[in-house]
Antibody
Framework: QVRLVQSGTDLKKPGASVKVSCKAS????????FTWVRQARGQGLEWMGW????????KYAQKLQGRVTMTTDTSTGTAYMELRSLTSDDTAMYFC?????????WGQGTLVTVSS | SSELTQDPAVSVALGQTVRITCQGD??????ANWYQQKPGQAPVLVIY???NRPSGIPDRFSGSSSGNTASLTITGAQAEDEADYYC?????????FGGGTKLSVL
């Protein structure tokens, strides 16, 4: 069955970077794109961007341009999202989803807390 | 503009029909997808494209669209349908979500 398993909770200081992983199984990894969204506590979903595991092409939300990088490793079937120059506003649950246009399966989420 | 507007909260009596709407200019050119999210859980895709249900989604969920408005209809709402619902669409600059609608089943 399709599974996306994300890395665990992370605590970072302001100004640091975080890299969240999303390990896929149960389907052909390189045939899909992967979407990343985040959700601050009590808030709605925010689209961050997506990356094609087929060719590595990525598209990011304008507000995150220059701070976010999404990558994939087809040898391990893992997608990654790195966010730099963290502030308290980046404290949120981060989700990876399978698919770019229509994410249909999601990981369990990774809580990233930014605090001094 | 890349904005999707949803009512913050909607309620429905058990077994009745409810429509959750999503408005935005981008919907004149693109379909909306709909996600259900329960507290502490990841989103679940319930409707995509014109009116398609993923495997395992009950047929009481349906989607429609007219002009700049997309709608998710639940016909015969059940207690387990109480959740937040988000529309999701795109424009030339990327993808985005509506602000979400909290559905209460009374």
């Amino acid at each position: 069955q399709v599974r996306l398993v994300q890395s665990g909770t992370d605590l970072k200081k302001p100004g640091a970077s975080v890299k969240v992983s999303c390990k896929a199984s149960g389907f052909s990894f390189s045939k899909f794109s992967f979407t990343w969204v985040r959700q601050a506590r009590g808030q709605g979903l925010e689209w961050m961007g997506w990356i094609s595991a087929y060719n590595g092409n990525a598209k990011y939300a304008q507000k995150l341009q220059g701070r976010v990088t999404m990558t994939t490793d087809t040898s391990t079937g893992t997608a990654y999202m790195e966010l730099r120059s963290l502030t308290s506003d980046d404290t949120a649950m981060y989700f990876c989803g399978r698919g770019g246009e229509i994410p249909d399966y999601w990981g369990q989420g990774t809580l990233v807390t930014v605090s001094s | 503009s890349s904005e999707l507007t949803q009512d913050p909260a909607v309620s429905v009596a058990l077994g009745q029909t409810v429509r959750i709407t999503c408005q935005g200019d981008s919907l004149r050119g693109y379909f909306a997808n709909w996600y259900q999210q329960k507290p502490g859980q990841a989103p679940v895709l319930v409707i995509y494209g014109k009116n398609n249900r993923p495997s395992g989604i009950p047929d009481r969920f349906s989607g429609s669209s007219s002009g700049n408005t997309a709608s998710l209809t639940i016909t015969g709402a059940q207690a387990e349908d109480e959740a937040d619902y988000y529309c999701h669409s795109r424009d030339s600059s990327g993808y985005f979500f509506g602000g979400g609608t909290k559905l209460s089943v009374l």
